[in-house]
């Protein structure tokens, strides 16, 4: 992360000659400084990927006219889908857990300790397991039960508290409920779960005990975009560790929870620096 204000350009147009010379160009015109920049062409889909990142003081505009003039000249006869982000613009996450710590806990002490330099508005939860915990932080906790005969309203509830607090991205910090495809189409794009498994393996619920009964030799975790089809959004972030015939699913779990909260918090990272560009249901993520 640079010391300077900057600000992120994300695009992917339709891939064709001079998509680079059109945008560096208009950065260059209006005496802008390129402090880091990324491409990737697609040949498969035939699409165009882009990350630059411009130092906010070389531009003679501010971002609302930078983002007017970008839209006119480049990305209208380029036909991008594009966004601009301004890196001294804090991030707003609200954090969902159920009764698992460990990713809750993970991401309250980057939070606190500023690796991560985000606002944290509130956490909410369908169990009040860790009320005194993210209080103590001095973050709201807001406990939304759920059960079968109320999840349309709770999962209303939720929307409208990540509307009231300005939230930008939700993260399921293993949050144990399956959210409504109507809560997923609201907020598509914004919201990040850490599924216990390197995916696609072993989708839904207990994975590693599912992975026991199958005798694998790799468990894993995996960052991911929440659609309304289970643990099968875009996937953001993945890693994985050795096991052998030795192990229990209790240690399964154990070696699980090291990985699946260095997942997640890369996977966060990568969201909220805009390195994320989603495609269908794949990614470019320029790390
Ligand atoms: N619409 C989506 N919701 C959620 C997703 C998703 O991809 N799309 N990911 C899950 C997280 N998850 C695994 O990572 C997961 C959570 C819960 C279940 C499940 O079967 N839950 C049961 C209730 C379990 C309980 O009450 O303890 C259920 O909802 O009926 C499977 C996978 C988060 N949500």
């Known amino acids: 992360m640079h010391r300077d204000r900057f600000y992120t ?55 609302a006219e930078f983002r007017e003039r970008f839209r006119r000249d480049v990305a209208e006869p380029l036909a991008m889908d594009w966004r601009i982000n301004d890196s001294a613009v804090k991030k707003r996450v609200v954090v969902l857990v159920s009764k ?37 932080h001095g973050i709201p906790f807001i406990h939304v039960p759920v059960n079968a005969d109320n999840k349309a309203a709770a999962y209303a509830e939720i929307q409208r508290i990540f509307d009231d607090v300005s939230g930008d991205t939700m993260v399921l910090a293993r949050y144990m409920q399956i959210l409504s495809p109507e809560l997923c189409d609201a907020l598509s794009g914004k919201i990040i779960n850490i599924h216990h498994s390197f995916l696609p393996s072993f989708v839904g619920a207990r994975p590693y005990h599912q992975a026991y009964q199958r005798g694998v030799k790799l468990i894993g975790a995996t960052c991911h975009y929440v659609t309304s089809e289970l643990d099968a959004g875009p996937i953001i972030e993945q890693d994985v560790i050795r096991i052998d015939h030795s192990d229990s699913p209790e240690d399964m779990v154990r070696y699980g929870k090291d990985i699946e909260k260095t997942v997640l918090a890369r996977g966060l990272r990568y969201h909220l620096e805009d390195r994320v560009l989603v495609h269908g249901n794949k990614t470019v993520v320029f790390r």
């Open 9 to 63: 350009l994300s695009a992917s147009c339709p891939d064709q000659v001079g998509i680079i010379a059109r945008v560096s160009g208009f950065i260059a015109e209006h005496g802008g400084w390129i402090l880091e920049s990324s491409f990737h062409a697609d040949d498969l889909t035939g699409r165009y990927f882009m990350r630059i990142e411009i130092k906010a003081d070389s531009l003679p505009f501010l971002l």
């Open 100 to 136: 698992q710590e460990h990713c809750l806990y993970d991401l309250l002490a980057r939070w606190q300790s500023k690796e991560l330099d985000i606002e944290i508005p509130c956490v909410i939860s369908n169990h009040d397991t860790f009320k005194g915990f993210v209080e103590w």
